[in-house]
């Protein structure tokens, strides 16, 4: 999953990002609500953390434009604006969830988790399929009664297909949630860590689609 992180305070800025690579997600880091808009208008995410208080920029006119384009991406807003008529401003305006700094790191996954599950349309929170069963929030997988164990990249790749069951995404579109702005993409990484999948995962979860990209079939 990739994600933008709209923070112009650098201590916490870095803290959340590393944060986020922790837990294997790809997040591109802008400090003012010029490269937030800019950001936001040449590439896709799948959530945006977006801090109201920017330079050269407000958030909530990062926002705005944001929602007036009718891209429908999560935002979850982080800010230190905790009164209530400025929560209901940020929310009229376009956003998911608010995040009052300073914020528990533990409490900022779970609503990153949920908002996510959220835009994938699943109420559980967790993905089932025959023999397999995932989960997001732990990073777990069974086959069986048996535990295995994914890779950090494994993971990265994996994510995205069980957040959309039934939706086909191609090598570019994968690659594009694996890898942020400063990362060198390997050609064949998602082929690579897909046959890993399968080997640990059985060869039928996720599918080719010939042509198009990958899939992992609804439950």
Same mark, same amino acid.
């Given at each position: ?22 837990? /294997?997600?790809?997040?591109?880091? @802008? ?10 208008? %040449? ?18 006119? @990062? ?7 009718? =891209? ?6 982080? %800010? ?26 533990? !409490?900022?996954?779970? +609503?990153?988790?949920?908002?996510? +599950? ?10 089932? +399929? ?12 069974? =086959?069986?009664?048996?535990? @295995? ?14 957040? +959309? ?10 690659? !594009? ?6 990362? !060198? =993409? ?5 082929? @690579? ?14 599918? /080719? ?11």
């Amino acid at each position: 999953m990739r994600l933008l992180l709209v923070e112009d305070d650098t201590m916490i800025g870095e803290a959340v990002q590393d944060l986020l690579r922790a837990e /294997n997600y790809a997040v591109d880091w @802008v400090k003012d609500g010029e490269s937030a808009d800019t950001a936001l208008r %040449t590439h896709g995410y799948d959530l945006v953390l977006l801090d109201l208080g920017l330079p050269r920029r407000d958030g909530l006119n @990062v926002l705005r434009a944001l929602r007036a384009r009718h =891209v429908a991406v999560p935002v979850l807003i982080a %800010t230190a604006r905790d009164s209530v008529p400025q929560r209901v401003e940020g929310l009229d305006a376009g956003a998911d969830d608010y995040i009052v700094k300073p914020y528990d790191l533990e !409490e900022l996954l779970a +609503r990153i988790r949920a908002l996510l +599950r959220r835009a994938a349309g699943r109420a559980d929170s967790y993905y089932e +399929r025959k023999s397999v069963k995932i989960n997001p929030a732990t990073r777990e997988a069974t =086959v069986g009664d048996k535990a @295995v164990t994914l890779s950090a990249r494994e993971w990265a790749v994996l994510e995205p297909l069980i957040a +959309r069951p039934g939706t086909v995404l191609s090598r570019a579109q994968l690659e !594009e949630k694996l890898y942020g702005w400063e990362h !060198e =993409v390997n050609s064949n990484a998602v082929e @690579v860590f897909i046959h890993g999948l399968r080997k640990k995962l059985g060869d039928d979860l996720i599918q /080719n689609v010939r042509g198009v990209g990958y899939l992992v079939p609804k439950g």
